[in-house]
């Protein structure tokens, strides 16, 4: 099954939007937990578990497994969540950006070494950086857009004095993964919640494109607004949320505290969706 339509399906079976992020802190771990790699699969794991129902997909941060050497431990959660949550796909944030045989070689890492479905890249050196990811015609790729942070303005709000319209750079970009980019028509965009507006101006740019939301939770985003801007039908966007539900509580009681929050958080994504 191609990436988009796995997210649809399980947008649609389990009527959920809510991306789950696996970012696994050490020093926020619960104590109970085993020290390094192996209490780092404990509680994705764990997580996985209690959340498995409500998300629409999971996306684990490469870096938060790198930074440990526990590598072989994100292979095993991906596969345990291909057992825990059949149908959910895996998005791996790894937001690569390289030219040539080294993309080639990241998009072997994400999709054959650790089989993810989809995975996040910068597209900041042009569209023959993510042409290698498109090489897999069922995979999905999220090109970094609008982004949550503050020094996204840096680049990303700036327009391009040379282009008709005169728009800003991360419409520029929407515009293109709408278009000439998709080659294999499974292109996403990231865009983050922090930023409504632009998540609706990126909708007009991208209207068929699944968007890969950060900055709801502990990011402060505004949820009512991210889905009233984006959501166009089940599997358009996936709203990811990882801090508010992985640390809603530290005590041994964090997995049925990250559900409680990650149903909470479901539900009022749902709720804002327009009659």
Not at 38 to 66: E, H, M, N, R, S
Not at 114 to 121: E, I, K, L, P, R
Not at 143 to 153: A, D, V
Request: aromatic share 8%.
């Amino acid at each position: 099954m191609r990436f988009t339509d796995q997210l649809t399906a399980a947008a649609r079976s389990q009527h959920t939007m809510l991306c789950v992020g696996l970012d696994p802190e050490p020093a926020r771990l619960p104590s109970h937990l085993p020290q390094g790699a192996a209490g780092i699969y404990d509680f994705c794991a764990a997580i996985v578990d209690a959340t498995a129902d409500l998300a629409c997909a999971f996306k684990p941060q490469i870096a938060y497994f790198a930074a440990q050497g526990a590598e072989a431990q994100l292979e095993r959660l991906i596969a345990h969540i291909r057992q825990a949550a059949p149908g959910v796909p895996v998005i791996l944030d790894a937001k690569r950006g390289d030219i040539g045989a080294t993309a080639v070689q990241y998009a072997r890492e994400a999709f054959e070494r650790y089989g993810a479905d989809a995975v996040t890249v910068s597209p900041f050196m042009g569209q023959d950086t993510v042409q290698p990811y498109l090489q897999y015609p069922d995979k999905g790729v999220f090109l970094l857009c609008r982004t949550s942070n503050p020094g996204g303005n840096d680049f990303q709000a700036q327009r391009l004095a040379d282009v008709p319209g005169q728009p800003r750079l991360f419409e520029h970009l929407a515009t293109q993964a709408q278009g000439a980019w998709n080659s294999n028509g499974q292109l996403g965009l990231v865009v983050g919640a922090t930023y409504p507006e632009d998540v609706a101006a990126v909708r007009r740019c991208a209207p068929s494109l699944p968007l890969l939301i950060p900055g709801v939770g502990a990011q402060g985003g505004d949820a009512v607004a991210t889905v009233r801007a984006a959501y166009t039908g089940p599997g358009s966007v996936a709203i990811n949320s990882s801090r508010a539900i992985l640390y809603a509580s530290q005590g041994a009681d964090f997995a049925q505290a990250a559900r409680a929050q990650a149903l909470r958080t479901r539900d009022e994504l749902n709720a804002a969706v327009p009659a």
